[in-house]
């Protein structure tokens, strides 16, 4: 395992969750095994761990590309691991407005649905 490897590990941890990570790694096969090792060397131990922008920053600009180039499966995920960077409820709606102006409404409405009902799952299973 590499340095950047082991890196990548231990920032998508903080960012995703033991859980979250956990569950990927155990469906891991050999299949898709080089693209998790090059995901988690390149976006996680490169992207993520870069400490030019903050964790919260990143998950805003993560969010809006996300709705901008209409990769909305991957949105809840990062909503979800806005409670771990910091990017309050506001923030990902400021992105999304962003979104609104520059990529299209269409793509920011699906990813504001999105991101609220990823928000009230997360305050349910809070309570």
Do not use: C
Not at 23 to 50: C, H, M, N, Y
Not at 55 to 66: F, N, P, V, Y
Not at 78 to 107: C, K, L, N
């Amino acid at each position: 395992m590499t340095d950047r490897h082991a890196q990548g590990m231990r920032t998508r941890r903080a960012v995703l969750g033991d859980a979250h990570v956990d569950r990927a790694e155990a469906a891991k096969t050999d299949l898709d095994g080089p693209f998790q090792d090059l995901i988690t060397e390149s976006a996680w131990g490169t992207v993520w761990s870069s400490d030019a922008i903050t964790k919260r920053e990143r998950s805003m600009l993560t969010l809006a590309l996300l709705a901008a180039t209409g990769n909305f499966e991957e949105i809840p995920m990062h909503i979800r691991a806005t409670a771990r960077t910091g990017a309050s409820p506001r923030d990902v709606m400021e992105a999304f407005q962003h979104v609104a102006i520059y990529a299209g409404v269409p793509r920011a409405n699906h990813a504001i649905k999105l991101a609220k009902q990823t928000y009230a799952e997360m305050e349910a299973a809070s309570e």
